[in-house]
């Protein structure tokens, strides 16, 4: 609607009244006036209104272009009206199992003996690259020893920033060795917590794609860890064409829940002594989020397939009223076409009885003679040939009537 019809609407209803009919909150609506400087009534309006004691307007402030003002859609709206409700079922799901779980004081253990095999996987996984490091290492000590450049090796694993990131069959942890022992044994207590209260926990994937996924009461939710890392700024060295990058690993890390590839349902961020605070909330809302996800998705599915069938029904409906107007076109054509039909027998009629007449005049010049025969034999073919076009037109009308259907040109 235009700006001027909006500034009307605001001065007559309520914003929290007449939000909710443009599809929007009494907030969102007062955001959009200030967007357009439209100016909304003061506080106490509607009361003194209501108490027969109304205020003047305040006038709309002139503008170059009476702005068209683009409200949300009526589908916009009902996805967005469907959306908040299945967020405050989950929330509210997520809550009840929270509140559920009771989780035993977790400690993080000193070492990584008798550890879960995805840990012990991992550790294995870090110490391949200590010793990949250590050997680069020597290399370049040699390299430096015997005056030629070094340029820092090539490694086949996945990298992110200086930080590693790890293969199949591991956890999904991104981080250098610097505190590789406190990131696994920080694992190995939550995944100890986490089997405690009813999970299972999955490695799947390939590559550096890997997911670990916990499961419990149906759904899953993807675990993710990150150690967080700033380069090193070194100034450039003469002679020297290139130097590889250098990371230094900081106090810091994420834990990140994921759904999939883009979409993160939750993460805790903080130092190792706020991660090792925060573990046992981490590991309640762990065991609590599939089962939460377990909903999200089964509402999602309901909705998608609400939506489908709307689509199906919608599609159908348009189909229908394709079809109908189709089949009123067609009406409106076979009852214009009567009129010609007719015109074209009343044409026909004529030429017959021009015909008729013209045999008959025909009959009366020939005579008994032998040489009038020709003539006899034509009169006869040519009369035998003619039809009354009346009466072929009653017949198709017959037939046309016949039908189990009635013509398209009969009336509704």
């Known amino acids: 609607m ?18 909710p009919q443009l599809g929007l909150s009494d907030v969102g609506l007062s955001k959009l006036c200030r967007r357009y400087n439209i100016p909304v009534p003061p506080v106490g309006f509607w009361t003194r209104h209501a108490a027969g004691k109304p205020s003047l307007p305040t006038p709309l402030p002139p503008a170059d272009v009476d702005a068209v003002i683009r409200l949300p859609e009526e589908g916009m709206t009902a ?6 409700t299945r967020f405050q079922q989950v929330r509210q799901t997520f809550s009840r199992a929270k509140d559920g779980i009771a989780v035993s004081p977790i400690e993080i253990p000193t070492s990584l003996d008798n550890c879960h095999p995805l840990v012990a996987r991992t550790a294995r996984f870090f110490q391949s690259i200590e010793r990949e490091e250590q050997k680069r290492a020597r290399d370049r000590e040699r390299a430096a020893a015997q005056g030629r450049p070094f340029f820092g090796g090539i490694t086949g694993h996945h990298m992110s920033m200086g930080r590693y990131i790890t293969d199949e069959g591991c956890l999904r942890i991104t981080a250098t060795t610097a505190n590789i022992d406190w990131i696994l044994r920080f694992h190995e207590a939550l995944l100890r917590g986490l089997i405690e209260g009813g999970c299972q926990i999955v490695a799947s994937g390939k590559g550096s794609r890997n997911t670990v996924e916990i499961r419990r009461a149906g759904g899953s939710i993807c675990l993710n860890f990150a150690e967080q890392a700033e380069k090193i700024i070194k100034p450039p060295r003469k002679g020297v064409l290139y130097e590889p990058a250098e990371y230094r690993a900081l106090d810091a890390y994420k834990l990140k829940l994921e759904r999939d590839w883009s979409t993160i349902a939750r993460q805790w961020s903080g130092t190792r002594e706020q991660m090792e605070k925060r573990l046992p909330e981490i590991t309640q809302a762990l065991i609590a989020f599939p089962e939460a996800e377990a909903l ?6 309901e909705e998608a397939a609400m939506r489908a069938k709307a689509r199906q029904e919608a599609d159908l409906a348009r189909r229908i009223a394709a079809a109908a107007e189709e089949a009123r076109a067609k009406r409106r054509e076979a009852r214009a076409s009567q009129l010609p039909r007719a ?32 003539l006899h034999t034509w009169i006869a073919l040519v009369r035998g040939s003619l039809k009354d076009p009346v009466h072929g037109l009653a017949d198709a009308l017959r037939a046309e009537g016949a039908e189990p259907d009635r013509p398209l040109w009969w009336p509704e």
């Open 79 to 84: 996805a967005r009206s469907a959306d908040t």
């Open 2 to 19: 235009k700006r001027s019809e909006l500034y009307g609407l605001v001065w007559k209803t309520p914003l929290r009244h007449l939000g």
């Open 296 to 301: 999200r998705s089964k509402l999602v599915a």
């Open 343 to 374: 015109l074209a027998v009343g044409e026909a009629l004529g030429d017959y009885h021009r015909v008729l007449d013209m045999l008959s005049r025909l009959e009366v010049i020939a005579g008994d003679k032998s040489e009038d025969e020709a």
